[in-house]
Each structure stands twice: as C-alpha cells, then as structure tokens.
C-alpha cells in the first residue's frame, strides 16, 4: 500500500478562479549573491532568470496575471553601480521581449511612474504593451513604481479631469493596474515581512505569503506552496 503511494505523480497544481493573480516582491537578489562571496550585482542578474522561470510555470499552473517589483521609486538610493546593473538587465530584458513577444502567450503591461526613461525605452515599452493586448496571460512589471505615487498620480489626474470629490471607483481606474483584477495573493521572498510601498491600493484584500527563500533560489515548488497556503485560507473581505 505504502509503495504504491510513494511511486504515484506528484499531483499537477492547478489554479481555479479563486485565484487568478499572485504578485511577487523578489527580494533577497543581494544577499544571495554576498553568501556566495560575490558582488550585489550577480544576484540581480540570476533574479532576472529566476523572474522568467516563475513567470513560464505561474503561466503554466492557470494563473491570468502576475504582478512583479523590479524596481522602487526607492531603489534608486542605492549604489549607482548596482541602479545601472538592474537597469542594464532591465534593459535586455526589453529588448528580449521585443524579439519574442509574438511567441510567448504574455501581455507584457510596465507599471510605474515611466516618464523617468528614456523616449526611447517609454516607445519601446508602449509598442511590446499594444501588440501583445490580445494575449491571455497578463504580467504587469512595475519599475520605478512606488504605491504612494501611483495613488498621488492618479489623483493628480483626477484633479486635471476637472473632478473635485472623486469616489474608490475612480481611483481605480486611474492607478497603474485599471483594468486588472486586484492580486488574490501577494508573495515576498527574502525573509522580510513589510510591503515596501508595493500595491497600496490594490492589496487591500490580498492574501500574504512570506518565505525566507531569496529569490534567486526561488522556485516552482516555492509557488505551489504559496499556492497552498493560499487555498488553506478563507476570505472574509471583513465579513464573516
Ligand atoms: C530586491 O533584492 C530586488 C531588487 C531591488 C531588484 C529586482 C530585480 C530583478 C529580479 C531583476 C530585474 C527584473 C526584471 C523584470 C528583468 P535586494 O537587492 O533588495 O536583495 P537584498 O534584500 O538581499 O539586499
């Protein structure tokens, strides 16, 4: 009997409409990399190749959106051989969506106060956005995002369309993710248990899951028991 448990398949996760959008704070690139007697910069660049894996398997699993901070309104206080090592593998990371995009099934969306890059880059980023809308799998990237100036800048457009008193539903459609369902779940690596100013708005009622895992270590199995944490959970929305 017991043999017979042990030879069977692992079960295969699989996502129902309960939970449609995980997000994830990938933290932890730095001290990974320091652990193994490397510069900060080497854990940002195995981040980035962990960021795509997850995102191929969160694909894979069900999910519709996926949400990622790469990188804070904040983060630009740190050594700006570190800022230009993200922004370099930010960059490759564009240019290889660029050439791909038509193959994946992913809508890339880039979220955050944008008008910080170059022309050139904002372009590039709107054109990858347009032509991949149709695709059914959403991941939006928030760089040079900061919940507190998504949440301002929305009002500040509300105030520019001429609005005196604005209403949630308002704000809503005004933050960096209008037109995505708010994330069910929200996962932070590296053993920190804060939100980093990362979807104020939109987390209101998302589940957390915090694990001591740095992301570059991060993986498939890291999801599946976020996944199952999650469905362990009841919702109340503050009912009872
Ligand atoms: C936090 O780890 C991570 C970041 C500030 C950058 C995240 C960037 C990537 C994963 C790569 C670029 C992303 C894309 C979308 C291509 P930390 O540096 O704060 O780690 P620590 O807490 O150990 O110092």
Same mark, same amino acid.
């Given at each position: 009997?017991?043999?017979?448990?042990?030879?069977?398949?692992?079960?295969?996760?699989?996502?129902?409409?309960?939970?449609?959008?995980?997000?994830?704070?990938?933290?932890?690139?730095?001290?990974?990399?320091?652990?193994?007697?490397?510069?900060?910069?080497?854990?940002?660049?195995?981040?980035?190749?962990?960021?795509?894996?997850?995102?191929?398997?969160?694909?894979?699993?069900?999910?519709?959106?996926?949400?990622?901070?790469?990188?804070?309104?904040?983060?630009?206080?740190?050594?700006?051989?570190?800022?230009?090592?993200?922004?370099?593998?930010?960059?490759?990371?564009?240019?290889?969506?660029?050439?791909?995009?038509?193959?994946?099934?992913?809508?890339?969306?880039?979220?955050?106060?944008?008008?910080?890059?170059?022309? %050139?880059?904002? $372009?590039?980023?709107?054109?990858?956005?347009?032509? /991949? =809308?149709?695709? !059914?799998?959403?991941?939006? +990237?928030?760089?040079?995002?900061?919940?507190?100036?998504?949440?301002?800048?929305?009002?500040?457009?509300?105030?520019?369309?001429?609005?005196? %008193?604005?209403? $949630?539903?308002?704000?809503?459609?005004?933050?960096? /993710? =209008?037109?995505? !369902?708010?994330?069910?779940? +929200?996962?932070?690596?590296?053993?920190?248990?804060?939100?980093?100013?990362?979807?104020?708005?939109?987390?209101?009622?998302?589940?957390?899951?915090?694990?001591?895992?740095?992301?570059?270590?991060?993986?498939?199995?890291?999801?599946?028991?976020?996944?199952?944490?999650?469905?362990?959970?009841?919702?109340?929305?503050?009912?009872?």
């Amino acid at each position: 009997m017991f043999w017979k448990k042990k030879n069977k398949p692992a079960e295969a996760v699989r996502v129902d409409e309960r939970l449609q959008h995980i997000a994830f704070i990938m933290d932890g690139n730095g001290r990974w990399a320091q652990r193994r007697g490397m510069p900060r910069e080497y854990g940002h660049s195995h981040g980035a190749a962990t960021f795509k894996k997850i995102g191929r398997y969160c694909e894979k699993i069900g999910l519709r959106y996926m949400t990622v901070y790469a990188f804070s309104t904040e983060n630009w206080k740190r050594p700006q051989k570190e800022v230009d090592t993200i922004m370099k593998v930010f960059d490759e990371y564009i240019e290889q969506c660029f050439l791909e995009m038509e193959e994946d099934n992913v809508h890339f969306q880039f979220i955050g106060n944008l008008s910080i890059f170059s022309a %050139e880059l904002q $372009e590039k980023m709107a054109r990858i956005d347009r032509e /991949t =809308a149709h695709k !059914p799998f959403v991941l939006n +990237i928030a760089v040079n995002y900061g919940g507190r100036e998504e949440i301002t800048h929305a009002c500040n457009e509300l105030i520019r369309a001429g609005k005196t %008193e604005v209403t $949630e539903a308002d704000i809503s459609a005004h933050i960096y /993710t =209008a037109g995505c !369902p708010d994330p069910d779940l +929200i996962v932070r690596s590296g053993g920190d248990l804060r939100s980093s100013n990362f979807l104020l708005w939109q987390s209101a009622y998302s589940e957390y899951y915090y694990t001591d895992v740095l992301w570059p270590d991060f993986s498939a199995e890291d999801v599946d028991r976020a996944v199952a944490a999650f469905y362990s959970r009841k919702r109340r929305y503050g009912g009872v």
